[in-house]
């Protein structure tokens, strides 16, 4: 591994990303709610990554970005850069069929094996799964045997978390981290002194497991909310685990429904926040949280760009957020030979852009914000 300095992801993509709300951050493009209509969402849902609305959404602003920077030039493929099979392959592929265009995707993640390459398919559509970023330089030249020309008229979908930032399988644990002190941090500073690490910990780490998905909609919000009634004590953890598994609880929102009832038995801030999370579930608001995201931001940022400049690659990939060279370099290369490059992430907006008073302070959003680029 080697450090080759830093810079931001806004290097190579500029500001065309969108986060979790769908609203992308150059300000050219149409907000979500603008384009609800002409794209065919329903008023005040946000469809997820893996959904066909979403693809629909994406391939529109793909379709006004090219406009923009490349006039009259249409987008005739699509590439996509990310690391995971299900999530981002579905995403792939929806995003191939809603635009109509053939497309090839990378999948990486960085394993112990040796290094090695395979050619599979999701809907008819290829994926080039990888065992090691470093991969990305042979998938560019899959794709030319392929004919896949990178030029004005390719569209380049890239990844943000845990591709092009903290790369899956050798920088994700920062990240994985970040989150974690999030909630520890937002639960801990509301139950001030009855929070109870060791009991907070516990639940966190046997509720975010792939068993209680269905219960938590793998939903970070929901996961915070629920150690947060837990640290409370109107609920105990092992009480709710039988309960869940028992089928007597099987979704969140019959949970925050059952604590409704109950919340005459929560201190009176936490009733009144209670109270603000239940108004904006009903409500369809995935990221229902604020508190929690506000400081997954806090401790996102905290994590790039805050060792020294010339700081081992060892250190940096233990301890920093950082960027991923072979996803910079091809990118770069690839945004000179004409390609539009786009980046999609799934964290929320909150978590994603300062608030107004860090903003002001100079924060910037994580795709402006500069942290080191490590990669082999």
């Not at 045997?145 to 990178?150: C, D, I, N, Q, S």
Request: net charge negative; glycine share 6%.
């Amino acid at each position: 591994m080697q450090n080759y300095g830093l810079t931001s992801v806004s290097e190579f993509v500029g500001d065309w990303i969108v986060y979790r709300n769908l609203d992308a951050a150059d300000v050219r493009l149409p907000r979500l709610a603008e384009m609800r209509a002409e794209v065919g969402i329903a008023a005040h849902a946000i469809p997820r990554k893996s959904e066909a609305d979403y693809a629909r959404a994406i391939v529109h602003l793909l379709r006004l970005a090219r406009a923009f920077d490349a006039p009259g030039t249409a987008i005739s493929r699509l590439i996509f850069v990310g690391d995971t099979r299900l999530n981002d392959g579905t995403a792939f592929a929806n995003l191939c069929r809603a635009g109509n265009w053939p497309g090839v995707a990378f999948i990486g993640a960085e394993k112990a094996a040796p290094a090695q390459a395979e050619v599979t398919a999701l809907d008819g559509y290829p994926l080039y799964l990888a065992n090691r970023w470093t991969l990305l330089a042979e998938f560019d030249a899959f794709c030319r045997e392929r004919g896949f020309v990178v030029d004005e008229s390719t569209a380049v979908v890239l990844d943000l978390d845990k591709t092009t930032i903290g790369a899956r399988g050798r920088n994700d644990r920062v990240i994985d981290a970040a989150r974690v002190a999030a909630v520890r941090r937002t639960v801990g500073d509301l139950l001030g002194a009855t929070f109870d690490p060791e009991r907070f910990q516990a639940a966190y780490d046997q509720l975010n497991q792939p068993e209680f998905h269905p219960f938590t909609a793998d939903n970070q919000d929901y996961l915070a909310y629920i150690c947060l009634i837990i640290g409370s004590g109107l609920y105990e953890r092992e009480a709710l685990v039988e309960d869940v598994r028992a089928g007597r609880m099987p979704t969140f929102v019959q949970f925050i429904h059952a604590v409704d009832s109950r919340a005459a038995g929560l201190p009176a801030d936490l009733r009144a926040l209670h109270g603000d999370i239940y108004a904006l579930v009903q409500a369809g608001d995935p990221t229902p949280f604020k508190a929690f995201r506000y400081n997954e931001y806090r401790e996102t940022i905290g994590r790039m760009g805050v060792l020294p400049l010339d700081a081992a690659p060892e250190a940096l990939l233990e301890r920093e957020i950082c960027l991923t060279h072979e996803v910079r370099e091809l990118m770069l290369a690839w945004r000179d030979r004409g390609a539009l490059i786009f980046a999609l992430s799934d964290k929320p907006d909150e978590a994603s852009m300062p608030p107004a008073d860090l903003r002001a302070a100079g924060y910037a959003p994580i795709h402006q914000t500069l942290t080191h680029v490590v990669g082999a």
